[in-house]
């Protein structure tokens, strides 16, 4: 299964190698692996080639054997998305032939990672793409970008752990890339960088950064109850693995906090203001995912269809909006008229207005699809992609 790098090298005279290390195998990391597949072609004519070197999840490893020679085939790649998308463990690869690749087991992740980090961060290079929704990672990756190697990021963990690790991590702004952290897809980050790079000033951001909250709210107007559109969002992607962390607006404050830390605001996650739309009993100590879904949110279709409606008679909508300035950090439910730009929204579309001395009486707007697995590993391809630079060409 493992493919020697000469047979796809000699699709271009002189190919720009990327190895890639693959962390998190769920909706939106075998949506990545998908594309890093189909994309191959085009990739090949632009003269770059992504080696995928390994991928894990939280309980194994599976790794080409003679990196950085080797990779892990299109076809085993395929085969992983295949059983991760039917619940089985990446181990049972093994089971199906184990040709060109090992299998580690959960305690022995984090040595190999690091191991394989030292041994190519400063030589070929190798980057790093975290698909988890795991507050774990972060130290793992400040180790491996001290040792020379990339990081992309669909987690917006690492970038909302406490300001120390923030910085830590941004340190090596060269070497990191996470556009997909807000907005999914959208060029917010890039947008932001650009204008700051330019000398303009940004005085406030103002938005809707949901792809759940907004699909929610808007089928909330439809008349929808809210366990049945939570659900529904769950079963296009997108929410995170458990959607309380949307619902509580934890994943709208992470996303804010991103945002207020790239105008250089120094705050924590505890400075964000954030409105939770269900009760603290229903947390996760308190009740499982799918006792949430199936007994808790159902009480709560009434007070929401109520307070939809009550919106409606005055021709507004609701919306969960953050606003972002020099003072506040914030993000909860809005009334807002049902013909504004928010109020208008529909499915899991986001949109960003950004204030600025450029963008002063009319803000910058940024406004698309904000959530799902497609068009989030499309982001983190690009964002690989966009490291080119700062790796070799070979024959
Ligand atoms: N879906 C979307 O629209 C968007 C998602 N994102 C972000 O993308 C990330 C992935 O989301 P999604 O794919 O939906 O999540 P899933 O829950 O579907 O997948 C998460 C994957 O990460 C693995 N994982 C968890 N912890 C670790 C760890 N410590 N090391 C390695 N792997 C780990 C899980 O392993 P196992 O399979 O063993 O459980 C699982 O394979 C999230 O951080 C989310 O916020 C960002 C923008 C938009
Ligand atoms: N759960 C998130 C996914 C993207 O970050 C959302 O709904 O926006």
């Given at each position: 299964m493992g493919d020697e790098p000469g047979k796809r090298a000699k699709m271009s005279k002189r190919m720009k190698i990327i190895p890639l290390l693959i962390m998190g195998c769920g909706g939106v990391g075998r949506q990545l692996i998908h594309h890093i597949v189909n994309t191959r072609e085009l990739h090949a004519s632009q003269g770059i080639h992504l080696r995928v070197?390994?991928?894990?999840?939280?309980?194994?490893?599976?790794?080409?054997?003679?990196?950085?020679?080797?990779?892990?085939?299109?076809?085993?790649?395929?085969?992983?998305?295949?059983?991760?998308?039917?619940?089985?463990?990446?181990?049972?690869?093994?089971?199906?032939?184990?040709?060109?690749?090992?299998?580690?087991?959960?305690?022995?992740?984090?040595?190999?990672?690091?191991?394989?980090?030292?041994?190519?961060g400063q030589s070929t290079g190798l980057a790093f793409v975290d698909c988890s929704a795991s507050d774990q990672t972060v130290e793992l990756l400040n180790k491996v970008l001290d040792l020379g190697c990339c990081v992309v990021l669909a987690n917006k963990k690492p970038l909302t752990a406490k300001i120390e690790l923030y910085e830590k991590i941004v340190s090596n702004r060269r070497r990191l890339r996470y556009e997909s952290t807000v907005g999914a897809g959208l060029p917010v980050i890039s947008t932001l960088n650009r204008l700051i790079?330019?000398?303009?000033?940004?005085?406030?951001?103002?938005?809707?950064?949901?792809?759940?909250?907004?699909?929610?709210?808007?089928?909330?107007?439809?008349?929808?109850?809210?366990?049945?559109?939570?659900?529904?969002?769950?079963?296009?992607?997108?929410?995170?693995?458990?959607?309380?962390?949307?619902?509580?607006?934890?994943?709208?404050?992470?996303?804010?906090?991103?945002?207020?830390?790239?105008?250089?605001?120094?705050?924590?996650?505890?400075?964000?203001?954030?409105?939770?739309?269900?009760?603290?009993?229903?947390?996760?100590?308190?009740?499982?995912?799918?006792?949430?879904?199936?007994?808790?949110?159902?009480?709560?279709?009434?007070?929401?269809?109520?307070?939809?409606?009550?919106?409606?008679?005055?021709?507004?909508?609701?919306?969960?909006?953050?606003?972002?300035?020099?003072?506040?950090?914030?993000?909860?439910?809005?009334?807002?008229?049902?013909?504004?730009?928010?109020?208008?929204?529909?499915?899991?579309?986001?949109?960003?207005?950004?204030?600025?001395?450029?963008?002063?009486?009319?803000?910058l707007v940024i406004q698309g699809a904000g959530a799902g697995n497609d068009t989030t590993a499309a982001g983190v391809l690009a964002d690989i992609v966009d490291l080119q630079d700062l790796f070799h060409s070979h024959d």
């Open positions: 070197l390994g991928v894990c999840d939280t309980q194994s490893l599976l790794m080409a054997t003679n990196v950085p020679e080797a990779e892990l085939s299109d076809e085993c790649l395929k085969n992983i998305c295949h059983l991760k998308s039917s619940g089985s463990p990446l181990s049972s690869l093994d089971s199906i032939g184990n040709d060109g690749f090992q299998v580690f087991a959960v305690h022995e992740i984090v040595i190999r990672l690091l191991d394989i980090a030292s041994s190519l790079a330019s000398g303009d000033t940004i005085q406030c951001i103002t938005g809707a950064l949901s792809g759940t909250l907004g699909y929610v709210m808007s089928e909330l107007q439809g008349g929808h109850p809210l366990s049945e559109v939570v659900q529904a969002a769950k079963i296009l992607g997108y929410t995170e693995p458990d959607p309380r962390d949307d619902l509580s607006g934890m994943d709208v404050a992470r996303k804010a906090l991103i945002l207020a830390r790239l105008l250089g605001r120094q705050i924590n996650l505890e400075n964000v203001e954030v409105e939770s739309l269900y009760p603290s009993e229903m947390g996760p100590d308190d009740m499982s995912v799918e006792d949430f879904l199936n007994k808790g949110l159902p009480t709560l279709d009434e007070a929401m269809e109520e307070r939809i409606k009550n919106a409606a008679s005055n021709d507004n909508a609701v919306r969960y909006v953050c606003t972002i300035d020099n003072s506040r950090c914030k993000v909860g439910l809005l009334e807002l008229p049902e013909n504004s730009p928010i109020g208008q929204l529909k499915g899991s579309d986001n949109l960003v207005e950004v204030y600025s001395r450029c963008y002063k009486a009319l803000p």
